[in-house]
């Protein structure tokens, strides 16, 4: 993410390559960025940029022709600023957070990235484009703002502002919190990131998750009498941890684009990864802190550790080069790792099991009785029901013993003959009697 020295890298960057060069025309808007239109429109006008902490504010000031003729392409001697720069009609202001991936690129109008949600044309023949390059699309800006309120002033170039700032805030329920956490607080530490106060802590070896207040007490306004050279190296006094809120973001801007340079040169890229001590580099620990935001640090962390304390993994430059060995290996020998060896064939897999479940093991047909069967003739359910079906079977077809069957007739009236062994039927009438009889015979 941009800090404050990448935001004053793009200012520098911006104001470098508009120097003596005219834009025209309207401002052009992506479709896709949410952020609000650009309301400016002029036949000749210049930009410069400034930057203070984590906001960068480009101004587009109108020009004049002093000979009142017609601007032609590429002219640059015959125009001037027009008076009155700072007036609303003249000058107007774009205030730009870059969130996570914002910068600015000057281009040919061919070679304008694809993420470019904001571009500016100048009149040259072919036209060069200033644009706003923002892959995530989190950064903002605001037509017609100046700085922020709630942010601080810049630790860089308002030195002494920034350290009355802190100090005499130093009350407030802000600084109960963690140093790692407050140090990205905008108000009081405007510009300072994620890298910067890994490499301001551990040039201290300040504990991350000490108390801010205990850090910061004692303090004076008056910085130091400390002059640190450009490799960290101790003046007369022991630099303090507001005075390297100062300096390590100064050394960036020496290093020469360091870091998430405007251009993109990887050189710079390089210079920046090894001016780094602390961040990202190999032996130092890491943590999510309370607002989910990753610091790296050496030693003991504090005592205000998050309860979870989780870490981050990190790939460290043993891991990289072991795996860049490996990657060689493969691709000289073309050696593929044989696949696992599939278990003994004695069981099948789960769905060749399910599949031989549903199918049966054999061809035999289940018995289904046909219509002119009885119901005699099926297998009972229980020993009652068995008895039942014999006594039903002697009565309607014959002897048990002898085996002899009578077709059923297909008659539907066709009552059968009851047998000599049959049992007569017990009426409700003789039901009744019976009950009668043994009432009587209680009362005698």
Same mark, same amino acid.
């Given at each position: 993410?941009?800090?404050?020295?990448?935001?004053?890298?793009?200012?520098?960057?911006?104001?470098?390559?508009?120097?003596?060069?005219?834009?025209?025309?309207?401002?052009?808007?992506?479709?896709?960025?949410?952020?609000?239109?650009?309301?400016?429109?002029?036949?000749?006008?210049?930009?410069?940029?400034?930057?203070?902490?984590?906001?960068?504010?480009?101004?587009?000031?109108?020009?004049? $022709?002093?000979?009142?003729?017609?601007?032609?392409?590429?002219?640059?001697?015959?125009?001037?600023?027009?008076?009155?720069?700072?007036?609303?009609?003249?000058?107007?202001?774009?205030?730009?957070?870059?969130?996570?991936?914002?910068?600015?690129?000057?281009?040919?109008?061919?070679?304008?990235?694809?993420?470019?949600?904001?571009?500016?044309?100048?009149?040259?023949?072919?036209?060069?484009?200033?644009?706003?390059? $923002?892959?995530?699309?989190?950064?903002?800006?605001?037509?017609?703002?100046?700085?922020?309120?709630?942010?601080?002033?810049?630790?860089?170039?308002?030195?002494?502002?920034?350290?009355?700032?802190?100090?005499?805030?130093?009350?407030?329920?802000?600084?109960?919190?963690?140093?790692?956490?407050?140090?990205?607080?905008?108000?009081?530490?405007?510009?300072?990131?994620?890298?910067?106060?890994?490499?301001?802590?551990?040039?201290?070896?300040?504990?991350?998750?000490?108390?801010?207040?205990?850090?910061?007490?004692?303090?004076?306004?008056?910085?130091?009498?400390?002059?640190?050279?450009?490799?960290?190296?101790?003046?007369?006094?022991?630099?303090?941890?507001?005075?390297?809120?100062?300096?390590?973001?100064?050394?960036?801007?020496?290093?020469?684009?360091?870091?998430?340079?405007?251009?993109?040169?990887?050189?710079?890229?390089?210079?920046?990864?090894?001016?780094?001590?602390?961040?990202?580099?190999?032996?130092?620990?890491?943590?999510? $802190?309370?607002?989910?935001?990753?610091?790296?640090?050496?030693?003991?962390?504090?005592?205000?550790?998050?309860?979870?304390?989780?870490?981050?993994?990190?790939?460290?430059?043993?891991?990289?080069?072991?795996?860049?060995?490996?990657?060689?290996?493969?691709?000289?020998?073309?050696?593929?790792?044989?696949?696992?060896?599939?278990?003994? $064939?004695?069981?099948?897999?789960?769905? =060749?099991?399910?599949?031989?479940?549903?199918?049966?093991?054999?061809?035999?047909?289940?018995? =289904?009785?046909?219509?002119?069967?009885?119901?005699?003739?099926?297998?009972?359910?229980?020993?009652?029901?068995?008895?039942?079906?014999?006594?039903?079977?002697? =009565?309607?077809?014959?002897?048990?013993?002898?085996?002899?069957?009578?077709?059923?007739?297909?008659?539907?009236?066709?009552?059968?003959?009851?047998?000599?062994?049959?049992?007569?039927?017990?009426?409700?009438?003789?039901?009744?009697?019976?009950?009668?009889?043994?009432?009587?015979?209680?009362?005698?």
């Amino acid at each position: 993410m941009p800090e404050g020295p990448e935001l004053h890298l793009s200012a520098r960057f911006v104001s470098t390559s508009c120097k003596g060069r005219i834009f025209s025309g309207k401002v052009v808007k992506s479709e896709v960025h949410k952020s609000s239109e650009v309301a400016f429109e002029a036949k000749a006008y210049s930009i410069t940029a400034c930057s203070r902490g984590k906001e960068m504010q480009l101004m587009l000031t109108k020009l004049e $022709d002093d000979t009142k003729s017609k601007i032609k392409p590429g002219s640059k001697s015959k125009l001037k600023i027009k008076s009155d720069p700072d007036a609303a009609s003249n000058c107007t202001k774009i205030l730009f957070r870059f969130g996570m991936s914002g910068k600015f690129e000057f281009t040919s109008e061919e070679n304008v990235h694809k993420h470019a949600h904001l571009k500016f044309f100048t009149n040259d023949k072919p036209p060069m484009v200033l644009s706003h390059v $923002d892959v995530r699309r989190f950064g903002r800006w605001q037509v017609d703002a100046d700085w922020s309120k709630d942010r601080g002033p810049d630790p860089m170039f308002e030195y002494r502002e920034f350290r009355a700032n802190v100090v005499n805030n130093l009350n407030n329920a802000a600084f109960n919190q963690p140093i790692c956490e407050v140090l990205l607080n905008q108000k009081y530490f405007n510009g300072i990131g994620n890298y910067l106060r890994a490499e301001i802590l551990y040039r201290l070896s300040i504990p991350p998750f000490e108390k801010a207040r205990t850090v910061l007490e004692g303090l004076s306004i008056e910085p130091p009498d400390a002059k640190p050279g450009k490799t960290g190296k101790k003046g007369k006094e022991e630099p303090d941890i507001l005075h390297l809120c100062h300096t390590v973001p100064l050394e960036v801007l020496n290093i020469g684009g360091g870091g998430y340079d405007p251009e993109g040169n990887k050189s710079d890229y390089t210079s920046f990864t090894a001016w780094l001590q602390c961040y990202y580099q190999e032996g130092m620990n890491n943590m999510v $802190d309370h607002n989910s935001r990753t610091i790296w640090f050496k030693g003991p962390a504090g005592p205000m550790v998050p309860k979870e304390g989780k870490s981050r993994s990190k790939k460290t430059k043993k891991r990289s080069a072991a795996l860049s060995k490996v990657e060689k290996k493969t691709t000289e020998t073309d050696d593929i790792s044989p696949p696992k060896k599939a278990k003994a $064939d004695t069981k099948p897999p789960k769905r =060749a099991r399910k599949t031989q479940k549903k199918t049966p093991t054999t061809t035999k047909k289940k018995y =289904a009785p046909s219509k002119a069967e009885t119901p005699s003739t099926q297998r009972p359910a229980s020993r009652a029901r068995r008895k039942a079906a014999v006594t039903t079977d002697v =009565a309607a077809n014959g002897n048990e013993k002898t085996g002899t069957h009578r077709a059923p007739s297909r008659r539907k009236d066709a009552i059968p003959k009851q047998t000599s062994g049959a049992k007569k039927p017990v009426q409700a009438s003789d039901k009744k009697s019976n009950r009668t009889r043994s009432r009587t015979t209680v009362k005698k």
